[in-house]
């Protein structure tokens, strides 16, 4: 069950069964070199198991807002910072 603290993320993929829609954290879900990667569970030795799923077989991914404000307000200060807006 998601931690709600942290926001959650669901994403709409094709795989070899079908249609797929997940439900997962908000720091269990990333964008990467075209890939979507989604924490699917752990192994016998606590390391997480990712799948890897090509932005081609994704139909839509959707975040918590508190999760997109809190990437935005990053994303400011760190621009804020790079050229010396302090305010």
């Given amino acids: ?3 709600p603290d942290v926001g959650t993320a669901t994403i709409v993929y094709e795989d070899a ?3 797929t829609e997940r439900e997962v954290e908000n720091d269990d879900i990333v964008y ?3 890939h979507w990667l989604v924490k699917v569970g752990e192994n016998d030795d606590g ?3 990712v799948r890897r799923i090509p932005r081609e077989r994704v139909q839509y ?3 918590s807002i508190d999760e997109l404000e809190k990437k ?3 994303a400011i200060e760190q621009a804020k910072e790079q050229f010396g807006w302090w305010g």
Wanted: glycine share 12%.
């Fill in 1 to 3: 069950m998601p931690d």
């Fill in 17 to 19: 069964d079908g249609i």
């Fill in 32 to 34: 990467f070199d075209d």
């Fill in 47 to 49: 390391d997480d198991v």
């Fill in 61 to 63: 991914v959707e975040r």
């Fill in 72 to 74: 935005v307000e990053g």
